[in-house]
C-alpha cells in the first residue's frame, strides 16, 4: 500500500468516528452544529492517523486507539476554534470556510471549543476504555494527552506566544513555543498509539522522539508557508506571524529548511528499528519534510 492510499483510507476511519461521536453527544442543537462545522469540516486528520499508524507499526490494535486519535483530534480543533478568536489571532478563515466565530458568533465558538475539550476527555475516559486490563493504558494515554495540551504543553505554549508577541524573542524562546504549542499534540498520538501496542519504555523513547521531531518540523513547516505559501492551497490567511516568534524570524528561511531537514532525518532514524513494519511513518515524515526540500 503506499502512503496517499494508506492516508485516505485511515481519513474516512477517522471521519466515521468523529461523526459517530458528535451523533452520541446530548447537546442544544445549536451547540452541536458548531462543534459538528468545527470538527467535521475538513483537516489532515495527521493526530488520529498518527495514533493508529504507530499502533499498526507496534503490531497493536487500530480499533482500540482511535478513541484516543479523535479524541485528540477534538482537542486540536478546540484550540484552533480558540486561536481564530478576535481576541487571539483573529482569523475569518479556516480550511478554506469561515471560522467558526465567524458563522456562529463569538460567545458560540467559545463553547463549542470548551465542549470539544471536555467531551474529549469523556471519550479517552469511556466504559470500552475502562476495563481491567484496559483501564491502565488509559490513565496513562488520558494523563499524556492532558500534558500535552495544558501548561506544560500546547496552552503553556499559546501564553508565551502571546506574551512575546512584538518583542525581539530570542532562538530558545521560539524553540520553547514550538516544541510546547505544536510538537507536544503531535507527540501525544503516537504516545497513544504506543501505548495501545504494548511496547516497552525503550521503544516508546524512540516513539517519542519521532513524535517530538515531526512535530517540530510540522511548526517550522508552518511558519515557511506563512511566508511564501499559497492562500488558496493552505486555506487560511498567511503573513500574519511578522510580530511572532518564528523559525525564520529567528534563522532565515534557508536555515529552517535545513532544521526540518535533519529533525526528519532524525524521527525517521529513532524508528529504523522497526524495519519493514515502519514504512508508512517514515513515509509520513518524509512527506512533512517536502516543503522543506
Same mark, same amino acid.
Given at each position: 500500500? /503506499?502512503?496517499?492510499? =494508506?492516508?485516505?483510507?485511515?481519513?474516512?476511519? @477517522?471521519?466515521?468516528?468523529?461523526?459517530?461521536?458528535?451523533?452520541?453527544?446530548?447537546?442544544?442543537?445549536?451547540?452541536?452544529?458548531? %462543534?459538528?462545522?468545527?470538527?467535521?469540516?475538513?483537516?489532515?486528520?495527521?493526530?488520529?492517523?498518527?495514533?493508529?499508524? +504507530?499502533?499498526?507499526?507496534?503490531?497493536?490494535?487500530?480499533?482500540?486507539?482511535?478513541?484516543?486519535?479523535?479524541?485528540?483530534?477534538?482537542?486540536?480543533?478546540?484550540?484552533?476554534?480558540?486561536?481564530?478568536?478576535?481576541? %487571539? /489571532?483573529?482569523?475569518?478563515?479556516?480550511?478554506?470556510?469561515?471560522?467558526?466565530?465567524?458563522?456562529?458568533?463569538?460567545? *458560540?465558538?467559545?463553547?463549542?471549543?470548551?465542549?470539544?475539550?471536555?467531551?474529549?476527555?469523556? +471519550?479517552?475516559?469511556?466504559?470500552?476504555?475502562?476495563?481491567?486490563?484496559?483501564?491502565?493504558?488509559?490513565?496513562?494515554?488520558?494523563?499524556? @494527552?492532558?500534558?500535552?495540551?495544558?501548561?506544560?504543553? %500546547? @496552552?503553556?505554549?499559546?501564553?508565551?506566544?502571546?506574551?512575546?508577541?512584538?518583542?525581539?524573542?530570542?532562538?530558545?524562546? @521560539?524553540?520553547?513555543?514550538?516544541?510546547?504549542?505544536? !510538537?507536544?499534540?503531535?507527540? !501525544?498520538?503516537?504516545?497513544?498509539?504506543?501505548?495501545?501496542?504494548?511496547?516497552?519504555?525503550?521503544?516508546? !523513547?524512540?516513539?517519542?522522539?519521532?513524535? /517530538?521531531?515531526?512535530?517540530?518540523? =510540522?511548526?517550522?513547516?508552518?511558519?515557511?508557508?506563512?511566508?511564501?505559501?499559497?492562500?488558496?492551497?493552505?486555506?487560511?490567511?498567511?503573513?500574519? /506571524?511578522?510580530?511572532?516568534?518564528?523559525?525564520?524570524?529567528?534563522?532565515?528561511?534557508?536555515?529552517?529548511?535545513?532544521?526540518?531537514?535533519?529533525?526528519?532525518?532524525?524521527?525517521?532514524?529513532?524508528?529504523?528499528?522497526?524495519?519493514?513494519?515502519?514504512?508508512?511513518?517514515?513515509?509520513?515524515?518524509?512527506? *512533512?519534510?517536502?516543503?522543506?526540500?
Amino acid at each position: 500500500m /503506499d502512503l496517499q492510499t =494508506f492516508l485516505d483510507e485511515k481519513r474516512i476511519l @477517522v471521519q466515521r468516528s468523529l461523526q459517530d461521536i458528535l451523533t452520541s453527544i446530548n447537546a442544544p442543537e445549536v451547540l452541536k452544529e458548531a %462543534m459538528a462545522y468545527s470538527l467535521l469540516g475538513g483537516g489532515k486528520r495527521l493526530r488520529p492517523i498518527l495514533a493508529a499508524a +504507530v499502533c499498526e507499526a507496534a503490531k497493536g490494535p487500530v480499533d482500540a486507539v482511535m478513541p484516543y486519535g479523535c479524541a485528540i483530534e477534538m482537542i486540536h480543533t478546540y484550540s484552533l476554534i480558540h486561536d481564530d478568536l478576535p481576541c %487571539m /489571532d483573529n482569523d475569518d478563515l479556516r480550511r478554506g470556510r469561515p471560522t467558526c466565530h465567524v458563522v456562529f458568533g463569538e460567545a *458560540m465558538a467559545v463553547l463549542a471549543g470548551d465542549a470539544l475539550l471536555t467531551e474529549a476527555f469523556r +471519550v479517552m475516559a469511556s466504559t470500552g476504555n475502562m476495563t481491567p486490563g484496559q483501564a491502565p493504558i488509559a490513565c496513562r494515554i488520558i494523563f499524556e @494527552v492532558a500534558r500535552a495540551a495544558g501548561v506544560e504543553g %500546547m @496552552v503553556g505554549g499559546q501564553v508565551l506566544d502571546v506574551i512575546y508577541e512584538g518583542q525581539e524573542g530570542s532562538k530558545e524562546m @521560539v524553540e520553547t513555543i514550538h516544541r510546547s504549542k505544536t !510538537a507536544a499534540l503531535l507527540r !501525544a498520538p503516537v504516545l497513544a498509539g504506543a501505548l495501545v501496542a504494548g511496547v516497552d519504555d525503550a521503544m516508546l !523513547a524512540r516513539f517519542s522522539t519521532y513524535g /517530538d521531531c515531526i512535530g517540530l518540523a =510540522f511548526q517550522i513547516k508552518d511558519d515557511l508557508l506563512d511566508v511564501d505559501g499559497d492562500e488558496t492551497k493552505v486555506g487560511k490567511r498567511l503573513k500574519k /506571524d511578522d510580530a511572532k516568534q518564528t523559525y525564520v524570524k529567528h534563522y532565515g528561511i534557508e536555515a529552517s529548511k535545513q532544521r526540518i531537514n535533519e529533525l526528519i532525518h532524525q524521527a525517521i532514524a529513532s524508528i529504523e528499528c522497526l524495519g519493514p513494519d515502519g514504512k508508512m511513518l517514515v513515509e509520513l515524515a518524509r512527506r *512533512m519534510g517536502d516543503r522543506a526540500s
